[in-house]
């Protein structure tokens, strides 16, 4: 009996026991839960401080083939979207991702070079009635400073929405960017290219530089940030050459670096931008590799200074090979359209360092879809952060080119599935080198845009450190810190 009464007691310790041991191991997982949960994302984060991710979306995926960097974009923008959103307007590449604010500079600096005269207090023209022609022949292909102007004054208009990708505002405080709507190298072509006479100390040219040095310096928007915000245009090698150096800090917007020392133009805070083509685009292209006759086409000025000395060792090397057109020409004349037939009949189009590492010849055979082979050590590429030249062009080292067989040998390598795979890529990639007016998703224009807002946060990072010791450094202007900051960086 005694045993019999003593094991409900027992039961219920064990029962007792087993709880406690539940709950207690319960609490504990709990316990853990919210400490990876505190460790985790922050929850009182204002996401919408955060740069836009958009801009982070193209560099992170552009190793991929089957999309185009602008598609890209939405298509992560669209996974990342919050509920909320859904009933907002679409994130896509059409979206503003860039705020401009544009000097209102005198005609002078860019459209009165066109001789576009100003009429009342607008310095801008009506481009709604009529847009002032810019010159043709070899003017064309620095002319991005033209179009990037007329974008921006075209944000405005709610008709041409649909392809935006900055925006002009009229607020500076309100502005990722400020944008300096000088036509530097418009200026070089029209008072020192075509007027040699006038390259003395004084001449029109020099005087707009030091006028517009004089303005920067003047300005609010540039004494806040040092001038690294400003985005000035100087595609021509040789534009902007007396004030370069006095504008260093800002962001210029070239062809290369080949005539700037590394602490006034470098990769890190300018950006490479292509040139307009000259030669005619290859519409409605239906060729193949067999119906191209001409394995490797080259046609231009054979003789050049500086790294252009391989153009002539290049001539006697390939002169007498078969299908090889290697000759000199120039765009007098019928040569624009002789040249628009050369290449259209080629395979293969040689880009050879001339004067400068860059020639506007790489972007003549884009719009040609003839395979670009590229002799330039030091040549700088547009939007290479995110496309890939390697997938339709042939790069080869100048030492290499010189080796006797070397160089045809290897283009003769190339087959015509390969080929065939590198043509392709030319057709789809060949709107991101068109300039037009009114600018289209995709193009030159849009491109160069989202390059400059790819650099905008390095710039503000750079902002952001020197005014660290801005309240105690002896001797530095306390009205930098007082100013108003933007509003919205992205």
């Known amino acids: 009996m005694a045993e019999r009464n003593s094991s409900p007691v027992g039961f219920f310790s064990r029962n007792s026991l087993l709880c406690l041991f539940t709950i207690t191991s319960i609490l504990f997982v709990l316990s853990w839960l919210s400490v990876l949960r505190s460790t985790g994302r922050p929850r009182f984060i204002d996401h919408s401080l955060l740069p836009n991710s958009k801009l982070f979306a193209v560099s992170d995926n552009s190793n991929s083939e089957s999309q185009n960097p602008i598609d890209v974009e939405s298509s992560i923008e669209n996974e990342e979207k919050e509920p909320e959103e859904e009933n907002c307007r679409k994130c896509s590449s059409n979206y503003p991702i860039l705020k401009v604010f544009m000097y209102d500079l005198p005609a002078e600096f860019h459209f009165g070079l066109l001789n576009w005269t100003p009429e009342g207090e607008s310095v801008w023209p009506d481009i709604r009635t009529k847009i002032p022609a810019y010159p043709g022949g070899l003017n064309l292909q620095h002319s991005l400073e033209y179009w990037l102007t007329l974008d921006l004054l075209s944000s405005e208009f709610p008709e041409f929405q649909n392809a935006r990708t900055a925006v002009r505002v009229h607020n500076s405080s309100e502005a990722d960017a400020v944008f300096v709507p000088f036509f530097s190298s418009l200026s070089y072509n029209h008072f020192i290219k075509m007027r040699p006479r006038s390259k003395g100390k004084n001449n029109r040219n020099d005087q707009l530089q030091d006028k517009l040095v004089k303005f920067l310096n003047a300005q609010a928007e540039w004494n ?20 370069r150096m006095k504008l260093s800090p800002s962001m210029f917007i070239l062809s290369d670096f080949g005539r700037y020392p590394p602490h006034v133009a470098n990769v890190g805070k300018d950006v490479i931008a292509p040139y307009k083509h000259v030669i005619k685009g290859f519409i409605n292209d239906t060729s193949d590799f067999d119906s191209r006759p001409t394995l490797l086409y080259f046609q231009g000025a054979i003789y050049r200074k500086d790294g252009g000395f391989i153009r002539h060792e290049l001539y006697y090397l390939l002169r ?6 290697f000759t000199f020409g120039n765009t007098q004349g019928d040569g624009i359209n002789k040249a628009s037939i050369g290449m259209h009949s080629s395979k293969f189009c040689l880009n050879i360092a001339g004067d400068t590492p860059s020639s506007n010849r790489l972007f003549d055979a884009i719009a040609s879809h003839c395979v670009p082979v590229i002799i330039s050590d030091e040549i700088e590429l547009p939007y290479e952060d995110v496309l890939d030249y390697s997938e339709f062009c042939i790069f080869v080292q100048t030492s290499d080119s010189l080796k006797e067989k070397f160089l045809i040998n290897l283009i003769r390598s190339i087959k015509k599935d390969e080929w ?27 491109m160069i845009w989202q390059a400059i807002a790819r650099k905008v946060p390095a710039i503000r990072l750079k902002l952001h450190r020197s005014r660290r010791f801005s309240r105690t450094s002896v001797g530095r202007e306390r009205v930098k810190t007082s100013m108003q900051m933007p509003k919205n960086f992205w």
């Open 420 to 446: 065939t795979r590198m043509w392709r890529r030319l057709k789809e990639v060949e709107n991101y080198f068109e300039f037009q007016y009114p600018s289209k998703e995709g193009d030159a224009v849009q």
């Open 320 to 325: 007498d090979e078969k299908d090889v057109h």
């Open 224 to 243: 806040l940030s040092e001038g690294r915000d400003h985005i000035i245009m100087a595609h021509h090698p040789n534009s902007m050459l007396d004030a």
